[in-house]
């Protein structure tokens, strides 16, 4: 188990929101290991900072203090073209409140973290489109919602919109997927059939990292860190990991 | 930094055709009428001062005009200066002109009672070839033009006559008509009294104040013969004048003053230069105004789009890539508002001003657009959008992922 390369490694993070008058400690002290292929919940009550220390560790957000090692690769002296190829190639996003992009289609939300060739710096050619879209409809199809490409994100239901948004965040085969809340805003089938799509994922060597309020969604993890005013308290394996019935959830 | 130009387009292409139609349209429309409404106003300003240039060309100096040295009186041997230029293939015609002034009296009851008096220049033409030259019987607002052997008659400027319409002269005669009998007292003493054939108005307020007769008339009254004062040419096109200069310094002319449009229009030179400055005053205010128009319509785009550009960060599009996407729309805007400015103005307006030109004291006035004035305009147009898309841009996108997706 030491042997498994650490995707993710920090160490004593803390984040502090000044906001002139308050601050608010919201990380304080952090540490973890999380290694390449593991599917880890973060679990705790409202408010004690799941979600800041999924921000941090996407970068969507810097820490206050403490180290950061991604790929094994201090992150302190990341620039933003750096933040933004880490954030497009190595890891998918999935939100509780989905954020796709409204007025574009299924096809192009998918599509346009395709768009910006970080390793040629240009922009896809011809040949790329192609191969574009093959890699758009078969994100679909994993999600199964290669049926609404043409529809506005306006246009689905919540666990659709959700499903999209999970096929926009592997669509550039990202070591790691990130997911706050996934299923809080989807009644318990959708909410299953994003946990299916996210094991499916875990099965496929991603590693996955599930912020949630609910014990029963942090058992389809293989690990539970509990978080409480800014601290892990408590880090176990998941003995009997949960995982969807298919025939419960695919009519 | 522009490697990613193809994706900032993508997104904007989206934004724009995907975004509200009545915004778009309003927004080009408000661009629209900016840089029409700037284009106009130099226009007029170009229009009132070609108007000036061709009527002091048309009906006063000619492209070319030969006049006496200063100290001469008189172009002595006037018919072998027109032998010498009239075969060059650009000269159009050429009109010798005798002139002096007068005293013009009035005599309104014939009584004595009430004299009107105008201090005037008289000229002195040939009808034959005059009217090839300064087209005098184009303008005749009463009566009939100058004809030959009209010994005794004077054909009277609508500035002279009085009750012609605006004049830049305090005075006048008061009201002279066709068949009138007026007095001019030459400044030699001499007295003539004219019958007035017919009353002009050219708008060259220099031509209007001045009155005409037969150049034989004059020669009697001066004592002249083959004498003129000056010999006014007319070219095929008025851009020939230098080459028409250079020629005329070739054969022997320079007994004479010989001076060209250009030279003569001095006053139109330095209202030209006020105009200009006008102008350009206008110019960077309608600039200011276009780029205050694209600063709000993208500020207030991207407070709205806020989470959008949120989400598109967190996804790793660059945010030169979205800072690009706003300056294309801004672009966008703006440059279609300039071609739709420019059409409306070069097809509608001044389409709509050559049918019915504009009646201005100083002539008849369609808009011009100058080139230079259009380039500036445009340049500073898009400078001004530039500036004014790439204000909110900055300062919006480069904002935390977190707090634009809040
Ligand atoms: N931008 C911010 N400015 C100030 N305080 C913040 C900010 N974001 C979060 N906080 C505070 O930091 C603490 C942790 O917030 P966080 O969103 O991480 O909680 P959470 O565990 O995700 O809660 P929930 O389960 O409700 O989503 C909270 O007290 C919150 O009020
Ligand atoms: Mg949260």
Redesign the interface.
């Known amino acids: 188990m030491e042997k498994i390369a650490k995707i993710i490694s920090c160490k004593d993070i803390t984040k502090v929101f000044d906001t002139g008058e308050t601050k608010t400690h919201a990380l304080r002290g952090v540490s973890c290991d999380i290694a390449e292929g593991e599917f880890v919940a973060i679990m705790g009550p409202s408010g004690s900072g799941k979600s800041t220390l999924m921000?941090v560790l996407s970068f969507?957000?810097r820490a206050t203090e403490g180290g950061y090692f991604f790929r094994g690769k201090d992150t302190k002296d990341f620039d933003?073209?750096k933040l933004?190829?880490?954030?497009?190639?190595e890891?998918g996003?999935v939100f509780q409140s989905f954020?796709?992009?409204?007025?574009?289609s299924v096809f192009?939300n998918v599509e346009?973290?395709l768009?910006?060739d970080?390793y040629t710096?240009?922009?896809q050619n011809k040949e790329d489109k192609k191969t574009n879209k093959d890699r758009v409809m078969n994100a679909l199809k994993s999600v199964s919602m290669e049926h609404r490409l043409h529809h506005m994100p306006s246009q689905l239901s919540g666990g659709e919109k959700q499903r999209v948004a999970i096929a926009?965040a592997l669509i550039n085969n990202p070591k790691i997927i990130f997911a706050d809340e996934p299923t809080g805003n989807l009644d318990s089938k959708s909410g299953l059939q994003v946990m299916h799509v996210l094991e499916g994922l875990n099965k496929q060597g991603h590693t996955i990292i599930l912020v949630t309020h609910e014990s029963r969604t942090a058992e389809h993890a293989q690990r539970i860190l509990r978080i409480v005013d800014g601290k892990i308290v408590d880090d176990k394996r998941v003995h009997n990991q949960r995982s969807v019935d298919t025939d419960n959830i695919l009519k | 930094m522009w490697?990613?130009?193809?994706?900032a387009v993508?997104l904007a292409i989206?934004?724009i055709l995907?975004?509200d139609k009545g915004s778009l349209i309003l927004t080009v429309l408000i661009m629209l009428v900016v840089f029409l409404n700037l284009l106009f106003v130099d226009a007029v300003f170009k229009g009132i001062s070609t108007t000036m240039d061709e009527g002091k060309i048309n009906y006063q100096y000619g492209e070319v005009t030969i006049e006496p040295r200063p100290g001469d009186k008189y172009i002595k041997n006037t018919n072998d200066v027109i032998d010498a230029i009239q075969d060059f293939y650009y000269v159009r015609s050429i009109a010798t002109h005798l002139r002096t002034s007068a005293t013009l009296k009035n005599d309104k009851y014939n009584d004595g009672r009430d004299v009107a008096q105008f201090g005037a220049g008289v000229v002195g033409i040939d009808p034959e070839i005059e009217n090839d030259s300064i087209d005098l019987k184009s303008h005749i607002i009463e009566g009939k033009c100058l004809e030959k052997g009209d010994y005794g008659k004077a054909l009277l400027g609508a500035d002279i006559a009085g009750g012609y319409g605006s004049s830049p002269f305090p005075e006048d005669l008061e009201g002279v008509r066709t068949g009138d009998k007026i007095t001019a007292i030459y400044g030699n003493d001499v007295v003539r009294d004219y019958e007035i054939v017919g009353i002009y108005k050219t708008k060259n307020f220099d031509t209007d104040s001045k009155m005409f007769v037969l150049q034989d008339d004059l020669n009697s009254v001066l004592g002249t013969t083959n004498e003129s004062s000056e010999i006014i040419v007319r070219l095929t096109d008025k851009h020939l004048s230098q080459k028409a200069l250079d020629d005329f310094a070739k054969i022997n002319l320079s007994n004479y003053e010989i001076s060209d449009w250009n030279e003569k229009l001095s006053f139109g030179a330095t209202i030209n230069k006020s105009f200009d400055m006008i102008g350009s005053i206008l110019r960077i205010i309608g600039s200011f105004v276009a780029g205050l128009v694209i600063f709000i319509i993208i500020f207030v785009d991207i407070v709205n789009r806020r989470?959008?550009i949120g989400?598109?960060?967190?996804?790793?599009?660059?945010?030169s890539?979205i800072m690009q996407s706003y300056i294309i729309r801004g672009m966008f805007y703006t440059v279609l508002g300039i071609i739709l400015g420019f059409l409306l103005m070069n097809f509608g307006v001044i389409g709509f001003f050559r049918g019915h030109p504009i009646d201005f004291p100083m002539g008849d006035m369609v808009p011009v657009i100058k080139r230079e004035a259009l380039r500036m305009s445009v340049i500073l147009f898009v400078v001004a959008g530039l500036i004014g898309s790439l204000i909110p841009a900055i300062k919006e996108v480069r904002k935390?992922?977190?707090t634009l997706?809040r």
């Open positions: 921000h969507l957000d933003e073209e933004a190829f880490i954030r497009n190639q890891i996003f954020n796709l992009m409204q007025r574009v192009e346009l973290p768009l910006y970080f710096k240009t922009t926009r | 490697s990613n130009i193809k994706l993508f989206k934004t995907r975004g989470k959008q989400i598109l960060k967190a996804i790793g599009i660059p945010e890539a935390k992922i977190l997706m």
